[in-house]
Structures are given as C-alpha cells and as structure tokens.
C-alpha cells in the first residue's frame, strides 16, 4: 500500500484499545508515497490515539436495536469477546488521516473550478491536482490511489476541460471493467456537464443500448462510456461509423486497470493497439488516463497496456476515516492433524457480532459455493440477529442480472443489512457505504485485499475490517507475517501481450479493421491525402503493433496458411468472409458456458464457464444458488447446458480430476550442477559451486531437450524451465460432503470427456542422484514431493497476481520427459499469460515463502495449512519437504543454460 | 496503383501456394440466415458483455428477415464445403513455403496451426447438429481436417469458370489511381423480363413517396435517378469488409448506361469509392433494393474510413424492399429481390450464381485460381436491371395498368390493402376506403372500376364488404384480416357508422372461427360497442357488445396487455351499465 499508508499503530490484542503501545509510523518503503501522506501539518500531530475515539462497550447492549452501530464499538465486543478475543493474532488500527489539499491547477477553467466549488470541493486532493496537471500537459497518466480516493474526479476534470477548451471537439472513450460501473459513472458524468451548461453529451454504450440511440451516440457522443468488450467487438470493428469520435478522441479514460491481467488483460492490451492504429488513421493521438488499485510496479504494468510509460500518480492525498483492521486465525483443533476450525465456521461465529440491524456487513468468501453456505447459514440465524431473512442476501457471478440489480440496490438504500458474495461485489459498482467487511479468508491478492477493505468506511467514519484466515498456506503465512498485507504491494501482474495465441487472434481483428503494412505507407503514393486530417502517415506500419518480432511472421501466416488474408506486396488486407471480433473472446476462453436450467420451468438459473463445467455441473453435483441447492440431473455437454432440479439436499458436491502433462517445448532454463554429496554441497560456501553459465555452458555440456531423458547429466544438481506443455484434465469422481460436519458421505464416478490445454509451464526437475540424497526416492516420496508442488502453487498468489486456481499442477516422481522428480506449474489458459515466466524469475521467492509457511506452521506432521494433512504428504512428508527446500535455497543460485529449441509435434 | 506489384505478389501466391483456403470462420452466414442473425451474434453469458455487432445488426433486425440479401438462393442448401475443382484436398498443401512466413519460428507456427484447428474443430463440433445434410451431389465433403475447409460455397453447377481478368474492364485514371470498370450500354426500350427499362419514365412519383413514407421522393425523376447495387466480400460489415463491385445504372439520352466498377485488388478501394460518390452525387435519387439497410451502408462506412465524403445524407433514396413488401408481403415465399423480379417482371435468370457465392469468386481472383466473376458481373447487372423495372412497376401501381395498357400483373388485392393502408397513414382515408374496398372485392375488377386518386369517391354508404370475398392467394389470410380491420376503422373515419358498426360486428364473427382471431374479434366488439354508445345512440347494444367482448378477452390467454384490457373493459362496462341505470330513472321519473 506503498503512497496511502498513514502512521498505523498496533493494538496489542490482550488489551483495551487504550493500549498505544508500538506506534510503528511510516513504513519507508517508496520515498514518494511516504512523503505523499506527511502533509505539511504531520500526521503525527494530526492523529489522535487509538483511544481518542473509543466508544462505550456497552454500546453492543443495543446492538439488537435498529439503532445505527459503529464499527468501533463492534471491534470492541470482539476483543471481549471471551471466545472469540484469543483468537485475533492482529488488530491493526489505521488512524484517521486528513486530506492533504492543494489549490486548483492554473489550467482549469474558472467554469470547471467554479462547479467543483459548488460541490463542496473547495480545493482538491493532491494526487487529483497532480493527476489534472499532468493530463493537461498532454501526459499519459496513471493515478494509483486508494479505493474512494477521488480517482474519478482526476480524469474527470481533464476531460471536461477539453470539452471546454475545444468548444465540445474533443471527443473521449471510458473504459470500465464492468457495465455496472458505466452505468453509475454516467449518471456522475452527465450531471457535470449540465451544471457546466455545454451543449456536450455523454453516453453509455454496452449491450443494453436501444439501437435507435446508437446513431445519436455515435454521432453526438462526446463522452462514451463502454467496457473492453463493447471496443472489442463493436465499436473497433465499425470504426467508419464512429469516425468523428476516432477524430476527435483526447483521452481514453480506462478504470481500474489492476484488474486488466492475465488473458483478459492480455487481449485488451492488443485492443487498445487496434484502438491508437484506428485513432491514428483518422489523425488523432488520444491520452491514456488511467486508474488502478496500488500496485508493485505501476509504471511497467500501465506500458504493458498501453505501449508508452505513463507518468504515475501515487501520492494519495484524500482524507481517511479510522480503520481497523482485524487478523483472525481460527483455533487449531487438533494439533496432530494440523487442523484448525473453519473459516466459514468462524464466520459464522463471528456473524453474532457483526451482523445486525444497525449497521451494514459484507462477507466476502472466495468461492461462490462458500457464499451460498454462509447466506444459508446466517439467513437461518437472522432471528437471533436481529434480522428478517430477507436482509441477508448473497451475491455472486451466475445469478441473473435482475437479481443482481436488487441486491444492489437493497445495499444503496440500506434495506440489505447483510451480503455474502464473492469478487462480485469487490469493484466499483455503487453500493453505498458499509460499515463492516468480514474477508472469509485472503482474497488472493494484495489490491483485492484493499479494494474489500475499501467497500467499508466510505463516509469517513470508523470501520472494521475482519480477516480470517484459512487452513491455506497464503493465509498462514500472513498470519505469521501480518506486515505483509500493510507494505507495500509484492506482487506481479502476468500480462503478455504478444503472447503467440493472444498476438495472432488480434491480429486478425486488427487487420480486419485497416491493412498493415511492412512499412509506413509513403505519403502520397498510395495514399494520398484527400481530407488532411484523414491520413496519418504511419497508419497500418508493423511495427505499431507492438514490439513482438513475430508481428510479420504471423500476417504471412494468416495469409498464406490460414487465408484470413490478402498478402499484396508489403501489405497485408482482410480477406474473408467473417467477423474476425466474434470468434475472438477476450477473457480467451470459447464463449461456451454452459447453462444451468431448472427441469421444471425451463428457466435459466445460472451458467459457469467450459473449465468448470466437468467439476461442477456434472450429472449428480449439487448446485447452489442463494443458498438453494440444485442437483445437476443432466449434463449435455455438446450442446453446453445443464438441467437442474430443486432438492433440499444435506450436503455439496466437490469434484476431483486427474491430470496429464505432456512437454512440447522448453524454452529457458537455469540450473546448478552437484556438488559432491548433496547434504556438503548445500552448505558449502557459494564461491566454491561452480556457475552453469548461459554463454559458456554450451559447449561444454550437452544441451538439454527432450533426448534429456536418455542421457542424464550426472553433473547437474536441479533445474528450473520453462516451456510450452499440453495438458488433459479428465474428471474421475466426485464426494458428496455433508453441509456443517464436513462429513464425507460418499463418492461417485464422473464420465465426461477430458478438457484439453495447451499452455506454458514452470517445471522444476531434480536430478535423481540428488533425489536419492534427499531420501525423495524412499517411503512416500511421491506425496511429499506433491505436497512440496501443491504447496509453491498456493503460496504463488503473492507474488504473482493470480489466484492459485489459476495455476495448474501435475508433481511427477520420474517424469517420462524428464526421467527424474519434476514439478509442473502450468498456467491454466490456452497458450498461457506469462505466469510460468513470474515463476521462473521469481522460483526463489516460492521456495522461501513455502518453506516459512513450513517454519511457521504450529502442526506436527503437516496440515492442510502448510503441506497438507500428513494422509496426503506421507508420515515424512514435512521432513522431506523441508530438506528440500532447504537444499534448494542454500549454496549457489541458478545460473541460466541454453535450452535448445524443441521443435517436437504434439503427436 | 501498383497492378504489377499484386501481380507479382500474386503470382508469387500462385507459385508458392496453389490453394490456399480460408478456414471455416463463422457458422452461418449472417446476412443470409436474417432470422438466426441476432443468435449467431449474441449468444453470450448472461452476466459478459454482448458482443453486439455495432450498427448492422440494427439495421438488419429492421429489415425484419427479408431483405434481397435474405434467404438467397442456396443458403439453404449451401454446400458446407468446397468443391472438388475448389481446391486441392488439405494434404496436398505441402510444407509451409520457404517464403516470408519462414520469419515465424517452425514452433510459432507449429502453435498457430494447433490452435487453428482447435479452433476449427470446436466450431464444426458445436454447428454439427444444425448443419444441413448435404443435398448438393457435386459439393463432397473433403476428407480432410474440417478447420480448413471452406465456409463460401464457390460454385453452382452451371456457372463457368474463367481465369484472369474479365472481359471488357477499362481502367480511368483518377488523381487517387486507376479505377476499372466494365461499362455498357443499353437502349432505351432494351427488355429486362416483360418490361422496358424506359416504362420507369412513366412512374408517378408521388406514389414512391406515399409507399415509402417518405416525401423527399414525391418529385424524384425516375430518369435522373442512380440505381445501385453493390457485392462484398462479405455480409457482416465492419471496416474489413470490401465492396468489389459497384454496379451504378443511369438514364442518358435514349440509353440506360450500367457502369460497374470493380476492384482488381484492395488497394484500389478508394479511387473507386470516390469515383462512385461521384457518380451519385451527379444523380438526383438513388433507387436500391434493400440498400438503406445494407448497401448504403457499406458505402457510407468505406468512404468515411478514407476520408470521402459520403453522397446519400441529403440524396433521397428510394429503397424498393419497403414499399414492395408493403404492397405484396406474404404473398409470397419472402420479399426477395429475385422473388418480386420474377413475380412482377416475369425476369428469369439464366444461370444465376446468387450474391453469397460472390465473396469466394473474388478471393479466387485474387489468388489468381479460377473464378467465377463473370456470373458475379452478370447477377449484378441483373440485380441493376431488375431495380430499374421494379421501380417502374412501382410507379405504375396506382393507375394498375403499364403506359402500354397492358394490366400490371401481380395480385392485385394485395395491391390494394398495401395502398389503403399507405394511404389511411397519410391521412387520406377517402382514398383509402376506396382500395380498401377493392382489396376486399373480388379480384376480377377491370382497371376501369379501380377507383383513381384524386376522384371524388362513391357514396361511401353504398359500398359494404361482400362476406364472401376471404382470404386468398392474391391477399393471405394475416393480411386479409387486417384489411377488414382497416377498411371497418376507414368506414368509421369517413363518417359511416352505421356501416362501419356492421362491418365491426361481421369481422368479430368471421374472424372468430380463425385460429388466433379472438384478438382481432375482441378488438373488433370494443369499437363496434363504441359506435354503439358515441355514435348510434344504442347504449344497450353497446352494453351487450362490451359484455361480449369481455367474455371473449377473458377466454383469451396469451392476449398481449389483455390484464389492462380486462380493466377497460369493465370500466366501460360500468360505465354505459351506470348510464342506462340512470336513464331508466330518468325515464321513470
């Protein structure tokens, strides 16, 4: 949080809230933030303690009153709590901060300025100021502030003021993540530019737009406000009948580009190529203003999107009611085993506290089957509560719009006391002000960690953030290392923009829009300029799409090899029947989801995506929405629809599959050689291990590839790769585990067919002789070394951002490419979004985070919270993964070794 | 423009690579499958943004699934493959040719083409069960990977193949480069079907804007007109789509001039478009079929992109598909260009390649393989010539005979409903009782009974429908009830309401015993028991016709706002009960 972190002070958790004990101040990371938010007054001075605005225990006497409740005095009941108080590792209290103010830039017009007064802003927040200041000197600008920091303001008065500087010429486009989120920021929009009084106009354009308003819109548009898809698939496409916005385009406003990662981000870095290529032609060079959640590198992230670095903005200066944030870690039950109580469970036990019908509360859980328990769960206490059953709502993906749009506004007006959701609810989207979060364990990543805590305390007011954490590895590990989630954010974005299979569907999208060409048409030859302002003079060159080498290769090839297109001289034309946009999808996936119905009505109740069709709409699942429960009663997958059938069934369905990787490919290696026996070599000093390089190792050793398996090199000691990998993932069985208890209650076989990937992986490899030193080759070696890989996939998440679900893992004890104990981490979308490279680059970290989790971890033989429960890993699964690693991490680094090119077929 | 560098590219083409082929892209054809377009486009998660088609989906959906481009010919059996001359079988495509794409990395493009046909397969998976069985003996399927074979269909069986360029282009040297063009010329009396090109000089104007609803085009001069027709590359739109053929007809002295302008490559897109701005914004009207929705647009769209200025915004235009489906709608099969040339103008086609092949005859020429054109060049002149007889049928409607006194042709109370209702929307509901009441007589009138615009009408009261006049084929049953509906609220809106009160009560009994009549019949009471109560002086009758009707709506299930109906109808109900309550008292008293 690097820019918005206030001096904190650290509660010590036995004591009151009068116990200031360690005022740790600011964290020094990131000179600029910290400087940021020490305005001239001090925050020291400004703060009061953590006392100061302590309220009346008592207060929770009335907690079953309609009464509003603070945040506060519900943390306060939670540290008396004498159940509940031990159990809190962490409360942590974010002061109160006050804004650091600065005057209106010079370059505002007193009209704007004018209107901003009236809205009560007498002068704006620094990061707005710069942010406006920058935008009006024509830079592209990122601004990287809290949630509810005034972010859309300071694109906000850039636009409007080029509508007024330009007399309404200049046109801009508004990208959102959600169409939500649009819709709420035009209303904001238009009621600017009425109080501004300009004949000027601002639209939202998604699927739901009449037709008959789209030709107003694109003719009279001054503002657009869409979503990546809409740019995608419509707007870029028919770019001819958008000209006068392409024209006169100013800025591309994009919001929360955090979000924009992985495929998704991928492909909308390629449309945003596409978009400047279009804008160009129609002579137009729009600005990037964009905003994001706080993020490792903003700068990097923001050039992988928009090809240019753009001038970051992190200094947030917005004011900031008390927080306080709350670290649970629920009781371990059994030490043996490893396991600690549920963190739903604890949820539940904690919902006594924080629900209510004075205040509003929000659970987030991180799968939707974990919403659908809990809404259950705490619509079946809501008597007790305080509560009707109807103000406890859940909230997730899959249900249907209209259901959604209540819920929301239930929130807005305050009739929904209680949500229980998912990622759904974690941007934007105006639900009002909360008071209480409640995050069912670490959300995957450090911005979704603060964009929730975000949705709590917006109007300044104290608020409470409670964090459980799970059994999981990531969350044991903030457990025991709770500075993690306040410093600074650690983690990369995987975005690849010239990803082969991302670059060339684009390609084809972008070729269907204008030609390419080899180079940059001459001026007046081909193209001579008829209108001026009509023809830029680099359109369509090549090398404006991206840096990518292969940017040529792939047009020929779309020519020649696949048709799409005309390949004439140095130019390449659209040449096909077809609509390249509507195959191509830009979350990567087939838009195939499938549907859900009820057998009874007919009527659709939820869809999920091809992935997660085989594990969880298979004949027999149980499928759950608003805590009803539906059991799948048949699957026709050719035609991607499922039918349902209400049940009140007793327990949930959890799917299981196995997994099949096959290496096509490796591209990078690094890797060390042995050194003698392996328990001297891992603590000899590092200068005696001899270095692999990459330039001189060639020679000398042989290369590696697929013959590796034949010829093992004896020298070598272990290898991380990666490369390019196919994987079948065929669904075996699935339990039926009963609601509460947990309790297996039986399994039953799944028959559908495998779903096939080809991607990109992270392997680790270890030689068998150092296997054999590290006793991987005696006992249950094949469980530890899959608890081992089980592990690194679930601590990736922080460092890169990804959900470990996103990753895959195949753990082999003798792989038949490699013949040795090899670790596939895979990234899980077709042609893979770079992850396997964050690994690679960063395997070092895994293998130090995995191994404090191990540290850490107050069990005995292993538990579902570090390895795995020890039934999983083996009776010496934590001693072998913990010499592992300790091997791993000791003596020398890996140095990279040429890896030969694998030009090997899949068949 | 560079003709030898695509002449060497294409020869490069050739050499390297016989037959390349594009890969099945799209399921179905957009603009041919009209009905399935909006399917074919916005099936998407619930919650994931539409992937709506900007723009020309609107104006497809409002073409309402039967523009020219709708149900060609052979989009119901569209061979799903190539043919045998088409190109060669997917094996014997060889290795990747030593040329540029050897930039790519072998293991770039070994993963290009994996995800290629993964693509491929899935599609032709997911369409398996709607593809039509092959009806086509000379299309075999290739035996060969299913993600390379053809999606155009490429070839009837009686359209010949040529090689090389047409015959007969001349290229014009423009400021923007050459643009080619194939021109000819016809006479004026040159026959197109059972018509003259010349008998369009006759039209009566103000019968194109009164069918078009449209009153730019009440003084357009058929003769300074422009009639345009255009073939793409592709029915979708958006900015990768081409117009190769511009097919631009125009009346000179004693001839009728068809210029086709054609592109012998990409690069030569925007000399032409500008010479055909040019060329339209010479003409006072433009005259299309279809082409407000569809070719209009494409041209529009292209010239916009290079910074042309497009010629239609201040033009009138004339679209012959609304007013001919306003006369003739569900008379036929659909509202096709070929349907209503040959039902109309008696034009037959010989060995007509339809409009959907057109694509796959172009990228033929491209690559230099043997093509089609010429049938492309002669269903466009077709399509042209066709325009023009068509807008003179049109404007021979309303005197229902041709300048040379033969009988128009075509059925003729269809005809006549279409009128009234064109004229009832314009206001002239005396003009419109009189073709209401030919649409309902029978079809045997000679012209001289038909009633003339302008006349003074018939004694309104004298004319009643004859019960015995139904639905037939020259007005069907959809359209002959809403003719009746038409001509009781005519007779209403003349002032006959005693008439109009029986022409109300006699449809709600005729069209009772028809399938899906109980809205009309309802309908039909409520204005009869509102002529009853307003106008005739009958309250208890129009309490009677209101009770009918109540009871007829309440047996009517599926009726659209029938709860709100329900409502008014009690109301009223109420209402006249409560007046002749109190005027019984008052006559008691």
Redesign the interface.
Known sequence: MHGELPPRSQLDVAGGPSNDSSSTGHSSTGSAGSAASGPASGPATALPGPAGPSPDPRAGGARRSRRRRDAASIADDLRADPELRDRFVRFERLPARPGLMEAFPQGLDPLLVEAFKRRGHRELYSHQAEAIRLALAGEDVLVTTATASGKTLAYTAPVLQSLIDTDGAARSLWLFPT?ALSQDQSASLNGWIEELGGAWHSYTY???TP?SV??TL?ERGHVILT?P??LH???L?????W?DLFAGLHYVVIDEVHTLSGVFGSHVANTLRRLLRIAR?YGAEPKFLLSSATLRDPAAHGEGLIGRVPRVVDCDGSPRGERIFALHNPPMLNPVAGLRANALEEARALSRHVCGPGHQTIFFCNRRTSVEVLTRYIKEAAPRLGLKPDEVRGYR??Y??LL?REVESGLKSGAVKVVVTTNALELGIDVGSLDVAVLVGYPGSQASFWQRAGRVGRRGETSLVVMIARSDPVDQYLVSHPDYLFEAPRESLGLDPDN??IL?EQLKCA?????FHREAPEHGE??????GE??GESVGAVRDFGSSP?V???L??L??????L????D?W???????????VSL?GN????VVIFDAESGD?IG?V?REGSITSVHEGAIYQVEGETWKVERFDY??RRATARRVESDYFTDAQTDVEVRVL?LEERSSRPRRGKVGTTSRLPEEEVEFESGESGRGSTEPPGPGLAGDVDRSEDYSVWTG?VHVTTVPTLYKKIRFYTRENVGAEDIHLPAE?L?TEAFCLTLSEESASDLFLHSGDRGAAWHGLGELLRRVAPLFLRCQSADLGLSAQIKSSHFGRPTLFLYDRV??GVGLSRLLYRDHRLLFEAARDVIEACDCVRGCPACLGPVEEIGAAGVETARALLDHFLSGAQLAATLCA???E??Q | M?RE??N???AR?RR??PT????Q??SS??KGGAPGKGDN?G????????????????DM??GKGAGKSIGKPGDAHKPSSLTAEGAGPTGSRGP??A??????????????????S??GS?RS??QG?ERPAESDSCAPRPSGDSSESM??PRATPLAPVTSGDPEGLADTQT??GPVCARTTEYARHSVHGSWELGEVAHSAADVFALLAADSSLAAVDPLKAIYLDIET????????TLSFMVGLGTFAAGRFDLWQGFLR???GE?ALL?MVAQKIRGADCVVSFFGKSFDRHRL?????????DPPFADRPHLDLYHPLQRLYGGVWRDGRLGTMESELCAVERVDDLPGSYA??AW?DY??RREHRLEAVFRHNRDDVLSLVVLAAHLGAVRRNERSSGLSLGGPQRARAAGLAKSLAQAGRYSEALDYSHLALSPPTSSPASTPIFGQAPPEPDTRSIQADVAADASLPATRYWRARELHASLLVRNGSWRTAHGAWVELSQAVSTVSGGGVIAVRALIEAAKLSEHRLGEPERGLELCRQARQRAGSELGMRGRSRLLADLDRRQARLAARLESGHSQAQS
Not at chain 2, 43 to 53: H, L
């Open positions: 169409k998604d699927g739901d037709p789209r030709r694109r979503n898809w809409m698939q419509g707007i496409p028919n770019h001819a009948k000209a032609h993906g899959g249907l719009p959604r082969l299979v060339s070729a269907f829009e204008l030609p081909d193209q001579p300029a008829s209108k009509a023809e292969h040529d290769g792939i020929d090839y020519a020649q090899e696949a048709g799409f005309h390949g004439s001289g130019s034309y659209w040449m096909a029947d077809a609509y390249p946009a509507q195959d979350a087939e838009p195939d989801n659709a869809e995506d050719e035609n490919r390019e096939e080809d077709q042609g090119d694998s030009e077929e899949p | 560079k560098t695509l060497e590219s294409l083409l390297e690579k390349p082929e594009p890969p892209e799209s054809d957009p486009l099936v998407k998660p619930v919650d994931q943004v539409d992937s709506e088609i900007d723009g020309e989906i609107d959906a409002a990747i040719p040329s540029k794409a050897s930039d790519l990395p072998a293991w770039v493009q070994a993963k290009l083409k994996r995800r290629l993964a693509e899935r998976q997911s069960t999606a155009l400021e923007l590359t592709g029915l979708s739109g958006g900015a990768g490559g990409p690069e925007r500008a529009e769209d292209k010239m916009r992109l290079h910074g042309i694509p796959a990228f491209l690559a």
